[in-house]
């Protein structure tokens, strides 16, 4: 079983990916702002990290790159789900190490279960 973790600030959508990625056979631990994040992910080692940017104490870019600085996380996958829609954010994201960006509001959680699934090769 894949493990997942869900950093968002947001309560409502946090509650609904949470939902949505146990529904489709994923464990899944949630953070809700970018340090809790960052421990998070050096204690579960989840196999992919769905990252928002806008946190509370620690943006998820810095939370990203702190991850990947770490020879022990490096080479866990983040997916970027944002509302930032600027190609500007995008391209900061993936040259930090994202392998996707996805924008809030243009996607389903079935969409964004389904990127998940592919970058997992499952």
């Given at each position: 079983m894949?493990?997942?973790?869900?950093?968002?600030?947001?309560?409502?959508?946090?509650?609904?990916?949470?939902?949505?990625?146990e529904?489709?056979?994923?464990q899944?631990?949630?953070a809700?702002?970018?340090?809790?994040?960052?421990?998070?992910?050096?204690?579960?080692m989840?196999n992919?990290?769905?990252?928002?940017?806008?946190?509370?104490?620690?943006?998820?870019?810095?939370?990203?790159?702190?991850?990947?600085?770490d020879?022990?996380?490096a080479?866990?996958?983040?997916?970027?789900?944002?509302n930032?829609?600027?190609?500007?954010?995008a391209?900061?994201?993936?040259k930090?190490?994202?392998?996707?960006?996805?924008?809030?509001?243009?996607v389903?959680?079935?969409q964004?279960?389904?990127?998940v699934?592919?970058?997992?090769?499952?």
């Open positions: 894949a493990k997942v973790l869900i950093v968002e600030d947001d309560p409502i959508l946090l509650k609904i990916y949470h939902k949505k990625f529904i489709e056979g994923f899944v631990e949630t809700i702002d970018g340090e809790t994040g960052l421990t998070k992910i050096k204690t579960i989840p992919l990290v769905l990252m928002d940017i806008m946190l509370p104490k620690m943006n998820g870019i810095d939370a990203m790159e702190k991850a990947k600085a020879p022990q996380t080479n866990i996958p983040f997916l970027i789900l944002t930032l829609s600027t190609s500007s954010d391209q900061e994201a993936m930090k190490g994202a392998v996707g960006f996805l924008v809030k509001s243009a389903t959680p079935a964004v279960v389904a990127k699934k592919e970058i997992l090769k499952i």
